[in-house]
Each structure stands twice: as C-alpha cells, then as structure tokens.
DNA sequence: AACAACACCAACCGCCGAGGG
DNA sequence: GCCCTCGGCGGTTGGTGTTGT
C-alpha cells in the first residue's frame, strides 16, 4: 500500500483517498456525470488521475452500494456465474445489483480460490480425465466452513443444451434453502431483463434462457 | 500480553479494445 | 492504416484488523 499522500512520479497522487477527495469526486460527478474521468483533476483541481478517480467512483462512491458481507443467496449467484464465466467479475457483478467487481474478485480470492486449489489434489480420476479431454472444461470446487461440506459445479462448453450441473449441498443451508427446484428465484435475484447488459456479451445472452428452460439439474 | 498467522479489502498495475484524429 | 488517448477489466499488492497460539 502506497503511504498516505504520496506522488507518482506525473504528479498524481497515490494511496487512501481523504474524505475531502470523496466530496470533490462526488461534487464533479453530480455535475458532470460519470464519464470524462480524465477531466476530474483539470476541473476539480484533485491530484488524482482519471483511472483512480473511476475506480473510487466505482467501487465505493457510487450510489446504491451494497455494504457488509455477501448474502447466502448471493455467494450461490457467484458460484453458478463463475462456474459459467470463469473470471469476468464485472460480468458477473452485473447480476448482484450494488455489489462491484472487485468486491465479487476479492471475496472470491479470500473464500473459495484457496479451497479451488486444495481440491485440485483430491480430484477424482473420472474428474481428472474430464478435463484432460477438454482444455475449456471449467471446474469450480469450494467449501464454506460455515455450513456447506462441499460444493462443486461444472459446466462443460461441449454441452449444447448448455446444462450447469451443480452437485450436492446436501446438509447445507445455502443451497438447498436458496435455490429451489424450479428455480422460481431466479427472477428475483438476477436481472434476467437486462438487455443492454447482455447484448454485449454472446454468453451472457443465453443466461436467462438457460435457467428458464429449466436447464438446471440438482443431484 | 505479545507475537504470528490469517482474512479482508482498498487501491494500484498492466493489458486490451474502442474511438478519434 | 497508424498512432494516441481513454475507459474498462482482471490480476496483484500490501496495509489493517482479527483470530489463534
């Protein structure tokens, strides 16, 4: 972490933003808008290039931020979306209304990467061969130390109906308490409606239909 | 009480694509 | 077509708080 105050070697300054910084942001952008972040510093006299003022906006300023730990029904979108997408956190993040990607990258890291890693060396040979024959196979595989033994989801890119096959929470209270069978939630919690979001994505378009078509299979 | 290990998360970095000149 | 700038994204870093020994 840069010390507080610092300056790159342009000028701009680095580290923890003051709350003075916040109110200049914030006052720039409820004039100007969002956008023309390269702009800030010239019009708000703040030392901060545009990259670190968008993220500040972004990640913390904006309007509507959720605060606080992730609810259970929003770590079970995270798992199915990262099971699907792999890494694209601002994807995802489209789908957890108030919560920012990097909030989504960091809580990945520090609650499932890890076990993603320890799993790795336990997988079961069928598994193993799996992905041997397909290099896009993606493989999710994480355990809450709360309340979920084990939790694994595999989508494999050969399936055409574009199945996700989530296996067991069994003696969860995530899950099972989350996700019924036909999948009446999905509604609610994802913004299945989002059209803009999705056309620029070729994979995201098929999600809604993907889980409607009732595509979804518990075992 | 002191120290170590771990978890969390704000912020930075580097890369890439889009758009304009 | 090339170059430059800007915005967006994913990966990474490191400070701080929490928990364990």
Redesign the pocket.
């Known amino acids: 972490?840069?010390q507080m105050g610092a300056y790159?070697q342009e000028g701009w300054k680095?580290?923890?933003?003051t709350p003075e910084e916040d109110r200049m942001l914030v006052e720039y952008i409820s004039q100007y808008g969002e956008?023309?972040?390269?702009?800030v510093s010239k019009c708000t006299g703040l030392k901060r290039n545009?990259?670190?003022c968008?993220?500040?906006w972004v990640?913390?300023l904006r309007p509507g931020l959720k605060k606080g730990?992730l609810t259970p029904q929003e770590e079970g979108i995270i798992i199915e979306l990262h099971a699907l997408w792999g890494?694209?956190?601002?994807?995802i993040a489209r789908y957890l209304p108030g919560r920012t990607?990097?909030?989504i990258?960091?809580?990945w890291?520090?609650?499932f990467k890890?076990r993603k890693q320890e799993n790795k060396t336990i997988l079961t040979q069928q598994q193993q061969e799996e992905i041997n024959q397909n290099k896009n196979f993606n493989k999710l595989t994480s355990t809450d130390e709360n309340n979920i033994n084990q939790e694994t989801a595999t989508v494999h890119p050969s399936n055409e109906n574009h199945q996700i096959v989530p296996t067991i929470y069994q003696d969860s209270d995530l899950w099972s308490d989350f996700v019924p069978m036909d999948c009446y939630l999905w509604d609610g919690l994802w913004n299945l409606d989002d059209q803009d979001g999705c056309s620029k994505d070729e994979n995201r378009a098929n999600v809604g239909d993907y889980f409607q078509s009732g595509g979804y299979i518990f075992h």
């Open positions: 972490m840069v790159d680095k580290g923890p933003w956008g023309r972040w390269s702009s545009g990259k670190s968008r993220l500040r990640n913390y730990h890494n694209r956190w601002s994807t990607d990097n909030e990258k960091n809580y890291r520090t609650h890890k």
